[in-house]
């Protein structure tokens, strides 16, 4: 046996005993993300499974091989224990950088929802135009013959007061909804605000007057 042809056979056992289950001919070759020919690869594992090294199965029209479970080594119960130890302490790490992960996304959601400095100060500017006019407005209004009766403001208040009244219900409505929701939601308050489309009073920018 050639030099070459040793190599390869070396890899391609090497391969199916670290990954220790079947594959075929074509998914060795792609695993091995072509180091060798196709050709070279569907022979060579001939030649393991004649050496038997190898196990051979035929499914049909298809071979797949997998490493003599024989041949490989087993590990004693401090090894296994040693192994399930670490898989425990990488699941706790998983779960970490998974809540970290989640954190960090909703972080960047609340500051790409966050408006820059520029479009800050553009606002401000638009509100402060718009004050202004209204003051201008409130003024005329003020010093007009025909303003409104004190019967016209009593209307004007009841139906203010009807309007938070109601206002009031439905946000208790809506939050005792969204709590009931969020006792079988497995992720956070934000994250389903964010699915649900739900707007809250200090999302849209308004306060629920006081009683």
């Known amino acids: ?13 090497h391969y199916l005993k670290q990954a220790n289950r079947p594959y ?4 060795v070759f792609n695993n091995l993300h072509g180091q060798y020919g196709r050709t070279l690869v569907v022979r060579t594992l001939d030649v393991l ?8 199965k035929v499914y049909g029209k298809q071979k797949v091989y997998v490493a003599d479970q024989q041949n490989c ?5 401090a090894t296994l224990k040693g192994m399930d130890a670490e898989l425990l302490q990488l699941g706790v790490r998983l779960r970490a950088s998974e809540q970290q992960l989640q954190t960090s996304e909703c972080q960047l959601r609340a500051l790409q929802s966050t408006p820059t400095t520029p479009d800050a100060c553009r606002s401000l500017q638009e509100l402060q135009v718009a004050c202004s006019g209204y003051e201008v407005r ?8 025909n303003g409104v009766s004190p019967q016209q403001r009593d209307e004007i208040r009841r139906a ?11 946000k ?18 934000a ?7 739900f707007e809250t009073d200090e999302a849209c920018g308004v306060v629920l007057p006081g009683r």
Do not use: F
């Open 138 to 145: 409130l003024h005329g209004l003020r010093n007009r013959d």
């Open 172 to 189: 208790r409505i809506a939050v005792e909804m969204l709590n009931a929701i969020m006792e079988g939601y497995p992720n956070s308050r």
């Open 73 to 77: 080594s087993t590990a004693d119960d």
């Open 49 to 56: 499974a004649q050496s038997g090294q190898v196990k051979e």
């Open 1 to 13: 046996m050639s030099k070459a042809a040793g190599d390869v056979e070396d890899s391609v056992l």
């Open 24 to 27: 075929s001919a074509v998914d």
């Open 191 to 197: 994250d389903l605000l964010e699915e649900t489309g």
């Open 160 to 170: 203010n007061e009807l309007c938070i009244r109601e206002w009031r219900r439905r």
